[in-house]
């Protein structure tokens, strides 16, 4: 048999992957099996071999993915705006609005159910959320330097806007109807604008 070139391999890789988002989205990651993946892929479980040692790499495949989704609405948030207040309220609107999707909600569901297990799954998981508390911190420091807000404690404020963003994912994972997301949105907006300083107005 030939082998694949780059490209191909690429595309083969990333048909498994978008069939690990089916299969999580369905059933969670937990129930998927690796030959559920590869059926949904249509590939032959050699094929997903050739990519992935075992099942918990697609787990880590599917939250680099999600990490590249974030670093590329980073770089286009700050390109479209000057303001910090503007680029956390967009990215925090933005992460909310990913609740629409179901695989991305499983994923993290998912992702904090393995981490109490498994030494691996938490690093990861860790490594991914300190990243999105450190891009707040920045903007929100910067944004104080800018007098945009008030003082307010860069590290603390960007937790808590991680720690409510995924905690309303999971909550929508539990409750789908608990909540109208058009009111989260509008509240989070108020709860930006308690901070933004308007000394000059």
Same mark, same amino acid.
């Given at each position: 048999m030939p082998k694949l070139g780059a490209e191909a391999r690429e595309q083969r890789r990333g048909?498994?992957?978008s069939a690990a988002w089916r299969c999580v989205a369905e059933r969670g990651y937990r129930s998927v099996t690796v030959d559920d993946i590869c059926h949904e892929a249509g590939l032959s479980k050699g094929a997903f071999y050739t990519y992935f040692d075992q099942k918990q790499d697609v787990l880590f495949a599917l939250l680099d993915e999600e990490a590249r989704d974030t670093e590329r609405l980073i770089v286009q948030l700050t390109a479209a705006s000057e303001s910090s207040v503007d680029r956390t309220r967009n990215l925090v609107q933005a992460v909310l609005g990913q609740a629409?999707? +179901? #695989?991305l909600v499983q994923l993290r569901a998912d992702l904090w159910s393995e981490m109490q297990a498994d030494r691996v799954v938490r690093n990861r998981l860790a490594e991914a959320l300190a990243a999105r508390r450190r891009l707040f911190a920045n903007w929100i420091t910067e944004a104080v330097a800018r007098e945009e807000i008030v003082?307010? +404690? #860069?590290?603390?404020?960007a937790a808590i806007l991680v720690a409510l963003t995924d905690g309303l994912m999971l909550h929508r994972a539990l409750e789908p109807s608990g909540f109208r997301w058009a009111n989260v949105r509008k509240a989070l907006d108020v709860l930006l604008e308690g901070i933004t300083n308007h000394a000059d107005r």
């Open positions: 048909q498994l992957v629409e999707n +179901p #695989a003082d307010v +404690p #860069a590290n603390a404020f």
